[in-house]
């Protein structure tokens, strides 16, 4: 999918979602459903644009287990919809994350390190919605990659500005206020330069764990190596 670029054009305004768009939050839901049955004992969330609600037909299904876990367990429990395999830091510093794709457009995320309170609430900035939200048809405000907030209503959403109201965003979503500056930071930057590439993001081998085909990587690699270490 192309890049999304920040908007600052307006405050606020409504979008009403017409039948079709409905559809398709609608059969994505149905698909997430699905599989996070299967991982109804990890605790799994959705979150982005399926757990806001304003999906479009070429949205991705992101599914979360919002702590560590074996690799072992997920794979069990997913079975034969495992189609390819992922450790992925976005940057030196950050959470070391598997990635289950499950087709083009579905991926289970782990991770393979404890996480921060901070990297848990990277999720919830995006929205994130749990198994029970999923079946109830639940929807979650969020912001989306364009840095604008996204609160659900009966016939849509309202999309708000989130330069500005930091503080207000903050609250709505139940995060902190440095987590939305941050986002706020690396998000304009991104718009202005570019993304700058994902530090790591290398496929597991059909033959190797995740944890086995980790400690090979942190072997290797200083800044790997001491983000394990952090969680043992």
Same mark, same amino acid.
């Given at each position: 999918?192309?890049?999304?670029?920040?908007?600052?054009?307006?405050?606020?305004?409504?979008?009403?979602?017409?039948?079709?768009?409905?559809?398709?939050?609608?059969?994505?839901?149905?698909?997430?459903?699905?599989?996070?049955?299967?991982?109804?004992?990890?605790?799994?969330?959705?979150?982005?644009?399926?757990?806001?609600?304003?999906?479009?037909?070429?949205?991705?299904?992101?599914?979360?287990?919002?702590?560590?876990?074996?690799?072992?367990?997920? *794979?069990?429990?997913?079975?034969?919809?495992? =189609?390819?395999?992922?450790?992925?830091?976005?940057?030196?510093?950050?959470? %070391?994350?598997?990635?289950?794709?499950?087709?083009? =457009?579905?991926?289970?995320?782990?991770?393979?390190?404890?996480?921060?309170?901070? *990297?848990?609430?990277?999720?919830?900035?995006?929205?994130?919605?749990d198994l029970w939200g999923v079946k109830t048809?639940?929807?979650?405000?969020?912001?989306?990659?364009?840095?604008?907030?996204?609160?659900?209503?009966?016939?849509?959403?309202?999309?708000?500005e989130v330069v500005g109201r930091e503080s207000?965003?903050?609250?709505?979503?139940?995060?902190?206020?440095?987590?939305?500056?941050?986002?706020?930071?690396?998000?304009?930057?991104?718009?202005?330069?570019?993304?700058?590439? %994902?530090?790591?993001?290398? *496929?597991?081998?059909?033959?190797?764990?995740?944890? *086995?085909?980790?400690?090979?990587?942190?072997?290797?690699?200083?800044?790997?190596?001491?983000?394990?270490?952090?969680?043992?």
């Amino acid at each position: 999918m192309p890049r999304e670029k920040v908007v600052r054009v307006w405050d606020e305004r409504e979008v009403i979602y017409p039948p079709k768009r409905w559809r398709y939050l609608w059969e994505k839901r149905e698909k997430a459903l699905k599989i996070m049955e299967l991982l109804k004992d990890f605790d799994p969330h959705v979150y982005g644009s399926v757990a806001r609600g304003d999906v479009r037909k070429g949205s991705d299904i992101d599914i979360v287990i919002p702590y560590r876990v074996s690799s072992y367990l997920i *794979e069990l429990a997913l079975g034969d919809l495992v =189609e390819r395999r992922r450790i992925v830091m976005a940057t030196p510093w950050h959470l %070391i994350k598997g990635h289950i794709e499950i087709d083009e =457009e579905t991926t289970v995320t782990f991770f393979l390190v404890d996480p921060t309170d901070r *990297e848990l609430e990277f999720y919830r900035w995006g929205g994130m919605l749990d198994l029970w939200g999923v079946k109830t048809k639940q929807r979650v405000p969020g912001v989306n990659k364009k840095l604008i907030l996204i609160i659900p209503t009966e016939r849509g959403h309202i999309e708000r500005e989130v330069v500005g109201r930091e503080s207000e965003v903050a609250k709505i979503l139940g995060v902190s206020v440095d987590i939305v500056e941050e986002r706020v930071k690396v998000l304009t930057r991104r718009d202005r330069i570019g993304r700058t590439g %994902i530090y790591l993001d290398e *496929e597991v081998p059909d033959w190797k764990s995740f944890e *086995e085909f980790l400690k090979e990587l942190a072997d290797r690699d200083p800044n790997i190596r001491r983000r394990v270490r952090e969680s043992i």
